[in-house]
């Protein structure tokens, strides 16, 4: 079958980030490319962008807040949007996934609940319970699956700057870590820290932070997760900090996994 190479990028605006996107995919090829919070209704998204580029496009978004979407070299064989659970929100714009013959893709955009006084919190754990059930909807742990995205979640100490200060942070909190613990204990691997176990492993670099790039001061809430069965046929995951440096970057970059398939 050959190699399977999966990114994860919030871009934080999709229309803002083309520059960004087409240089970045000019070398960095993938065969299944993961968007969050593309911040643009579907009537606006720039689909000609991806297919001059070789790549299909499925999207859901709003206008100036949310929005997902999966670009791939092959149309998938299935796909839809939203946590189909009767619930509201329904997470349109928040999650999509997609079937490539028995490969399954999800990719998530969790809320990051504002503050943990706040209203959105207890929706943001809300949201985890609700894709733990949602991922088992579509096989997990028994099918080929990778869950990718934005998270929102830092799930361990090595996974942020700095730990000792985060311990209220809606990202870092003992609650929402331990709602990323229970989702992963559906049957899902943390790819990513099964090639990189150190230390200094970020996907996102706070622009409020004055040199959080060129001091390493970030977070890890990016991830790529999947199924024993693909895990353990990765090959590698890493995170791309070079488009983060780049002329009008996106606050987060780039996570890649590459499974031998």
């Known amino acids: 079958m050959g190699n399977f190479r999966i ?4 871009v934080n605006s999709v ?29 606006s998204f720039p689909t000609p962008f991806f297919e001059d580029l070789g790549y299909h496009v499925v999207f859901s978004g709003e206008k100036s807040y949310n929005g997902v979407a999966v670009a791939s070299t092959v149309p998938p064989d299935e ?5 189909d659970d ?51 909807s579509l096989g997990v742990p028994k099918e080929r699956l990778v869950l990718v995205g ?8 090595i996974d942020v700057t700095h730990p000792e200060n985060k311990r209220d942070h809606v990202c870092f909190h003992e609650e929402v870590r331990e709602a990323f613990r229970s989702l992963c204990s ?4 943390d790819v990513f820290r099964k090639h990189r176990p150190g230390e200094g492993e970020f996907s996102f670099w706070d622009y409020r932070v004055k040199g959080a790039l060129e001091r390493n ?20 995951s890493y995170s791309d900090r070079e488009p983060r440096s780049w002329e009008k970057p996106s606050d987060h970059t780039a996570v890649v996994a590459e499974f031998k398939i």
């Open 15 to 43: 229309r803002s980030r083309l520059p960004v996107l087409e240089r970045w995919l000019k070398n960095n090829r993938v065969d299944c490319l993961c968007l969050q919070e593309t911040k643009v209704e579907d009537g």
């Open 7 to 10: 990114a994860t990028f919030n």
């Open 186 to 189: 559906t049957g899902l691997v």
């Open 79 to 83: 796909y839809g949007f939203g946590l």
């Open 86 to 136: 009767g619930e509201e929100p329904s997470g349109r714009t928040r999650i999509a996934w997609c079937r490539f013959g028995d490969l399954r893709v999800a990719n998530a955009y969790v809320p990051q609940g504002k503050s943990i006084d706040h209203p959105d919190y207890p929706m943001k754990l809300r949201f985890f319970k609700r894709m733990e059930a949602f991922l088992r």
């Open 150 to 157: 934005d998270l929102n979640v830092a799930p361990t100490d």
């Open 217 to 236: 001061i970030g977070w890890r809430i990016d991830h790529i997760l999947a199924t024993a069965l693909l895990a353990d046929v990765s090959i590698d």
